[in-house]
């Protein structure tokens, strides 16, 4: 399942990151019955990736992005990663 998590900028740098992910994640897996995630984020985002990582996720690829001017990091929690070889998207 691919996910998708922020914290209001007011909020970050407080220690609150790995429990909102860990939360978030909890939610899902209960709500939705998976046991796999994948995320993007920012590449210059070193601060999520970091919580990321710290939740389990581990960073899989690199993408550039046209519509947000940007590379992102992809990353991935259980399980193998399904990718989606028409699109390079990841599916679950």
Same mark, same amino acid.
């Given at each position: 399942?691919?996910?998708? *998590?922020? *914290?209001?900028?007011?909020?970050? $740098? $407080?220690?609150? !990151?790995?429990?909102? %992910?860990?939360?978030?994640?909890?939610?899902?897996?209960? $709500? /939705?019955? %998976?046991?796999?995630?994948?995320?993007? %984020?920012?590449?210059?985002?070193?601060?999520?990736?970091?919580? =990321?990582? $710290?939740?389990? /996720?581990?960073? %899989?690829?690199? =993408?550039? +992005?046209?519509?947000?001017? !940007?590379? /992102?990091?992809?990353? +991935? *929690? !259980?399980?193998?990663?399904?990718?989606?070889?028409?699109?390079?998207? /990841?599916? !679950?």
């Amino acid at each position: 399942m691919e996910i998708g *998590l922020g *914290l209001l900028p007011g909020r970050t $740098r $407080r220690g609150l !990151g790995l429990s909102f %992910v860990e939360s978030g994640v909890a939610f899902a897996a209960e $709500r /939705f019955e %998976v046991t796999s995630f994948t995320l993007a %984020v920012a590449a210059f985002n070193q601060t999520a990736i970091s919580v =990321y990582c $710290r939740a389990g /996720f581990d960073v %899989v690829d690199q =993408y550039s +992005h046209e519509t947000n001017c !940007g590379t /992102f990091v992809r990353a +991935h *929690l !259980g399980g193998q990663p399904a990718i989606n070889a028409d699109s390079a998207m /990841f599916t !679950g």
